[in-house]
C-alpha cells in the first residue's frame, strides 16, 4: 500500500514538473536567448548572426532600390520618347525651322525672287534635309517644288556642280548667279534662268540648315 502512495506521488511529482516546465516554455519571449553576459562564448555567434541577417536585409533593400530607380527612369526615358516623337512637338519644331530659313532667303533674295517662290524652297528644303537621297536629289526637288514641269534628268544637270560643292564642303558663289538676274523682273525671266536660280538659292537653303545644326 505504501509503495502504490510512493507510486502515485512520483507520477504526480512528474506530471507537474512537466506542466511548469511546458507552461516556461510557452512563456519565454522570443529573445529570451538574447545573450545578456556579452563575455559568453555563445555570445560572438549570437551577434555575427544578427549581422548576417542585417546585412542581407540591407541588400535586399539596396537591391529593391536599384530595381525601383531603374523602371522609374526608364518610364522617364519612354515619356520623353512620346514627347519627341508626338506629331505636334515635331511640326512645331520643323515650322520654326522653316521660318527661320524664310527669314534667310527673304533678307538674302527678297529683292529678285518672289517670296512665295522663296517660301516654298524654304518648306521643301526643311522636308526633305538629311533624308536617304543624294544631295542631287534633293536639290532636284525644291526646285520642282517651283518648277514642277522639269525634267528630273535637266534639273540634275543644273545641280550637279552645287551637289558636288556640298560634299567637298566647297563654298559656291551663289551672288554672282542671283546678280545676272539683278533688277530684272521675274516674271521675264526663261525658265531656264528661273532653275538656275532656284538650283542655287535650294543649295544656299542646304548650308544654311546644316550650318544651322553643326551650331547646335
Known amino acids: 500500500m505504501i509503495k502504490k502512495n510512493n507510486e502515485s506521488k512520483t507520477l504526480n511529482a512528474l506530471s507537474s514538473q512537466m506542466e511548469l516546465e511546458l507552461l516556461d516554455t510557452l512563456l519565454q519571449p522570443e529573445d529570451g536567448t538574447y545573450p545578456w553576459n556579452p563575455a559568453d562564448?555563445?555570445?560572438?555567434?549570437?551577434?555575427?548572426?544578427?549581422?548576417q541577417q542585417f546585412a542581407i536585409e540591407e541588400l535586399l533593400t539596396n537591391e529593391e532600390l536599384t530595381t525601383k530607380s531603374q523602371a522609374f527612369y526608364g518610364h522617364l526615358d519612354s515619356l520623353w520618347d512620346q514627347v519627341v516623337t508626338n506629331s505636334h512637338y515635331t511640326c512645331n519644331t520643323n515650322q520654326s525651322v522653316v521660318d527661320h530659313l524664310q527669314l534667310i532667303l527673304n533678307s538674302a533674295f527678297a529683292a529678285n525672287v518672289p517670296q512665295a517662290w522663296l517660301k516654298t524652297i524654304a518648306q521643301k528644303a526643311t522636308e526633305i534635309f538629311a533624308t536617304q537621297q543624294s544631295i542631287g536629289e534633293e536639290l532636284v526637288q525644291c526646285v520642282q517644288s517651283v518648277l514642277p514641269t522639269w525634267d528630273t534628268d535637266d534639273l540634275l544637270v543644273l545641280a550637279r556642280p552645287f551637289a558636288y560643292a556640298m560634299r567637298s564642303n566647297e563654298s559656291r558663289d551663289v551672288k554672282s548667279i542671283i546678280d545676272q538676274v539683278n533688277n530684272r523682273d521675274w516674271a521675264t525671266l526663261s525658265e531656264l534662268e528661273q532653275a538656275k536660280v532656284s538650283v542655287a538659292i535650294a543649295y544656299y537653303a542646304f548650308r544654311q540648315i546644316k550650318n544651322s545644326q553643326s551650331e547646335e
Not at 555563445?42 to 544578427?50: G, I, K, N, P
Open 41 to 51: 562564448d555563445e555570445s560572438d555567434a549570437y551577434f555575427s548572426e544578427l549581422e
